[in-house]
């Protein structure tokens, strides 16, 4: 309400308010209480809420086998979003919806949404259409199939979880969603100690060292010196789709080879950075100096930089950061 009162007073017009009700890059899950004055404090303020609910199917416990739905105690105040891929349809099978709330209001918005849509072209692939209506019937055998990924993909989650802490790093526990985010900030001496000074450094080097892909944490709005990275669970569990298969249909899939050598492998590396010690001598390629500049591999020199958003962003050293995943 605060960000609100300041933007009207500077002159803006706020309109929409855009919540998830599952975190994708910590795989967090907010408290229904939090989520509800949220919700209040929006319609004292006037806004639209738009709701992401595209992981509202990946919870990885058992014991809450659904996340909580704005739309259902306010059904007439909340646009949702959902995208079918990953949690009811194959990835690369990529059909996102939106329900409008049957309102006078929201039929207008659906209907404005809907010519926008149209006029750039965003239509269901037509081989698409019938695999996304028998998702989103829920068939029995294919909610059981949701729930065994979402199973294994938090297996794996809390296994990281649990290592990376060991390690010395900070990392909230995940409760949904496919991916872990690893705050490795108490390493921040030793990784400057190699020239890994910021999240795209940092993004870089684990790349380097690990066999699947890891995202910094400025691709998602983070500063651009915080050192943070989102481990995404797929490829803990496997370096291919196919590899994964095994993973995500197993009663213990941590017992398996792919997730035990990527979790090993993700914790060595983690206890590997905690103690790393300079790789070069001063003049030897790696620099530090007081003034806050370094020269390492690549690059003559570089600011500490500002946050960046999610895809492409320019920091105050004017280095671009190339888009996201």
């Not at 998702?135 to 938090?154: K, Q, S, T, V, Y």
């Amino acid at each position: 309400m605060e960000t609100v009162r300041r933007v009207l007073r500077e002159g803006g017009d706020p309109r929409v308010l855009v919540l998830g009700v599952v975190d994708d890059p910590t795989g967090t899950v907010p408290e229904p209480e939090a989520v509800d004055a949220a919700l209040e404090a929006a319609a004292g303020c006037g806004l639209t809420v738009v709701v992401d609910e595209s992981l509202r199917d990946t919870p990885h416990s058992p014991h809450h086998p659904l996340v909580l739905s704005p739309a259902r105690a306010h059904p007439d105040d909340v646009v949702v979003l959902t995208d079918l891929a990953g949690a009811l349809l194959p990835a690369d099978w990529p059909l996102a919806l939106a329900r409008f709330p049957a309102t006078p209001a929201g039929l207008a918005l659906r209907a404005r949404t809907a010519d926008a849509l149209t006029a750039a072209g965003a239509r269901p692939a037509g081989p698409l259409r019938a695999p996304a209506a028998h998702a989103l019937a829920e068939p029995p055998e294919l909610c059981a199939r949701a729930r065994a990924i979402a199973r294994a993909h938090g297996l794996v989650a809390r296994a990281a979880h649990a290592r990376a802490t060991a390690a010395g790093a900070f990392a909230l526990p995940p409760r949904a969603g496919r991916s872990l985010l690893v705050d490795l900030g108490p390493f921040r001496e030793a990784l400057a100690a190699r020239g890994v000074l910021d999240a795209v450094d940092l993004e870089a080097d684990l790349n380097a060292r690990l066999p699947f892909p890891v995202h910094g944490g400025h691709r998602f709005g983070d500063p651009l010196p915080a050192l943070r990275v989102r481990v995404p669970t797929a490829g803990l569990l496997g370096p291919s789709p196919a590899a994964r298969e095994p993973a995500l249909t197993s009663p213990d899939p941590l017992a398996l080879p792919d997730p035990r050598r990527a979790l090993s492998m993700f914790e060595a590396v983690l206890r590997d950075l905690a103690a790393t010690e300079p790789p070069h001598a001063p003049g030897t390629g790696h620099r530090q100096d007081g003034t806050g500049t370094a020269t390492h591999a690549g690059r003559d020199s570089r600011d500490t930089g500002t946050g960046t958003d999610a895809g492409t962003g320019t920091g105050t050293g004017g280095r671009t950061v190339e888009g996201a995943e």
